[in-house]
């Protein structure tokens, strides 16, 4: 894809030869056709051929052999509209699951867009008939002289990029057909797609929970033996284990049979064993017993201060405290109202007075703050937790801001810009807040993904416009349009003075790949996207508004994707916040899933006597993972175990499976419960 830069027509700085990017293409291609035959020795020839995306992936490499073996023979680049197809080696690529199961999704919820688009597309012909007939008299019109013309100024009056100068009674016209169009079927459509994308979210996690169950049911009927057909001991799990994490240390596997072990029996159940894709992904470390406190082995007399100082920062009393004095200056304590105060640290901030004592006062409180929580819950709690950082980080750079204004380091003075990031402490208090905010840390990843895929509609598409719209507007040009002022460069005369004035719409151009997607960004935002297709339609032909406007219905289905799953995903975690009654302190939500394993000395012991027997020492390194070089040396003669916790961050699947449990267990009961039917033989 990246060869496109350097491809004709190519961006001027990197322009290659043909031979060399024809070479390079090939060169591609070739390991693009060794990473099919390995998937071809893999699968084997009958379940290839029936892999549908793999055989258009199949045929466009063919297509694509033909076309480079063509321009390295000729030595001239001919129309290479097939282009477009490269982004599909990268859709097929491992790392781009995301973004095939986004376009699987946007694929699915096109039936109900294409038949709200149909009523949309209705009741603009019969529009585009009736506004032909009221306006076509008027001479001096271009807008509705023709059929055609009176649809494509509908189609763009849609977008709301032009104001169509009409006589002042036919401003009706106008309304009703935006009322109609834009503000009733343009709303359904989002409706209906986010009513479908809602039900395919949820019947997706429902499959995928499924088969996740039938999976499991597969492995256990594998691992169990016929000696012991009821449970999986720690020696199978362990082999199983080692192919499916063959980088997880042995102290880790241990501890995530412990995890699952949760009947507390010799072997582990089938119950048990359905946890198993929940804990398999815990980063496990040593952590104090609960009730217990970094500070313990200290003097008596520390012990009471640092006692105090962590029921005083437990309390969500203080927290609530230091959230608001945070979003007010010291100054100004008595001030009723939050928002006002978040105005002085923007003015404040603005304006860098820094001649009033203020700033110093309070960072120095905001300090004091800081240490407290380090002091009294301990560094390795205080830095697990995301507000806790998120604090320590604004802090450290509102000091660094200080120091730069007190030494005049100007370069440095963006860092003062940060302080209103304080305000952000409020998500901490009011619910509402923290559901925006955790559903843009859900959001943020699966984002990427959405982008890479704008990208790739982004690039099919300029590939298009540069075959066949490259350097066809330039300055002066479309003389014959109603565009033609947009693109015009004219001499003005103001005084003594002449100034050029031009318009700088051919910047808006296909000309290289880099200025096609600039015109393509432009035209997703609707920046009077109709100049850019009315010029270069009367460069070409009137069948180039074809293009324009299907890229905005593409990127109109994309994008109602895009807020489809913005609102899925708030809506879900507001109503799963009403069904759990969570709390602004809710530590569970903050730290992710967590579990917590106690290992005694004697299963320690044991576990690693039966690595040894397994693999002769290679285990040997297990005791002193497990007892002799923790963090707390003495546990072999001090302490009869040790409590190691697990954790990861929490993902919508995990949330889900909370959310829809009920449902879930009537679904996973009910095949179950229709296989005991059938096998129960009628009554005579």
Known sequence: MTLSLCEAPAVP???????????????????????????????????FIRHKRTMVKTCVLLLQFVEAIVVLIRQTSHLRVTRALRPIFLVDCRYCGAVRRNLRQIFQSLPPFIDILLLLLFFMVIFAILGFCLFSTNSSDPYFNTLENSLVSLFVLLTTANVLQEPLWSCVFFIVYLSIELYFIMNLLLAVVFDTFNGVEKIKFKSLLLHKRSAVDHAFQLLVSRQRPMGVSLKQFDGLMRYYRPRMSARDRFLTFKALNTSRAPMLSLQDFYKFYEVTGLKWKVTKPTGEHWFDDLPHTTVLIFKGINLLVSQRSYQYIMCRFCSIPPSTTLWPST???GVWILVETYTLNIKVTLLPCSLTVYGVEVLLKISGLGPMEYFSSGWNLFDFSVTIFAFLGLIALAFNMEPFYFVVILRPLQLLRLFKIKQRYRNVL???FELLPRMASLGLTLIIFYYSFAIVGMEFFADVVYPNCCNTSTVADSYRQINVTYGNKTVLEEGYYYLNNFNNILSSFVTLFELTVVNNWYITMEGVTSMTSHWSRLYFMTFYIVTMVVMTIIVAFILDAFVFRMNYSRKNRETPENPEDENGMVFEVEVSREEALTAVELYKQMSSGQFSSLTTRLCLSSPLLPCAVQHLSLVYQGRRSRTKSDLSMKMYEEEMQLQVLRPQFENHCSGLSPRP
Do not use: P, Q
Not at 17 to 44: N, P, Q, S
């Open 13 to 47: 700085s990197l322009r290659l030869d043909v031979y060399v990017h024809a070479t390079l293409e090939l060169l591609a291609l070739v390991i693009v056709a060794f990473e099919l035959c390995m998937k071809l020795r893999w699968l084997g020839f009958h379940t």
């Open 339 to 341: 928002g006002i105060n």
């Open 438 to 440: 955790d559903t843009m």
